[in-house]
T-cell receptor
């Protein structure tokens, strides 16, 4: 059963047109991450939520925003996508606390194409 | 920046053990050694992690040197489906991925 679900798997948007990527989880984990992975590169952390607390990486562009309306869902908003934002976007979850296995669970990713 | 050094690629024959090395000479006392792998066009998959002691699970074994400056991931009987990029990461909480090792398992 899928535990970290990302929709859609493939997203095409136009240059400058806002786009939202979705992630949901059935694990009830308190931490959710968004990574960006460009072609032939390693995943790069953009930001994460620890419960409702948002933590932005220092070099994440302002063009990238995130929302976490509840424990299960987290969204990645790209306000004005540029050609350089074409990438695979990965969502991951982690449980921090009693019983933690220190293991991040990744979704299958959403591949974003910018035309 | 990633704190690990891995060979960019390795080959392994199907059925043989795959031994993937990783150097992490600047590891801090509270940082774990994690291994993840990423099969083409999929999300990374957790394999194993450890702090000081060697670890084994159903997927692999992790051997950490006594000084903790290097480690080896062992896939005891590699299969074609183990072809992937393997990432060695040292971290306390936030994962910083390096370039990883592309393991190619051949028949």
């Amino acid at each position: 059963d899928a535990m970290v679900i990302q929709n859609p798997r493939y997203q095409v948007t136009q240059f400058g047109k806002p786009v939202t990527l979705s992630c949901s989880q059935t694990l009830n984990h308190n931490v959710m991450y968004w990574y960006q992975q460009k072609s032939s590169q390693a995943p790069k952390l953009l930001f994460h939520y620890y419960d409702k607390d948002f933590n932005n990486e220092a070099d994440t562009p302002d063009n990238f925003q995130s929302r976490r309306p509840n424990t299960s869902f987290c969204f990645l908003d790209i306000r004005s996508p540029g050609l350089g934002d074409a990438a695979m976007y990965l969502c991951a979850t982690l449980w921090v606390g009693t019983g933690s296995t220190d293991t991040q669970y990744f979704g299958p990713g959403t591949r974003l194409t910018v035309l | 920046d990633a704190k690990t050094t891995q060979p960019p690629s390795m080959d392994c024959a199907e059925g043989r053990a795959a031994n993937l090395p990783c150097n992490h000479s600047t590891i801090s006392g509270n940082e774990y050694v994690y291994w993840y792998r990423q099969i083409h066009s999929q999300g990374p998959q957790y394999i194993i992690h450890g702090l000081k002691n060697n670890e084994t699970n159903e997927m692999a074994s992790l051997i950490i040197t006594e000084d903790r400056k290097s480690s080896t991931l062992i896939l005891p009987h590699a299969t074609l489906r183990d072809t992937a990029v393997y990432y060695c990461i040292v971290a306390y909480s936030t994962l910083t991925f390096g370039k990883g090792t592309m393991l190619l398992v051949s028949p």
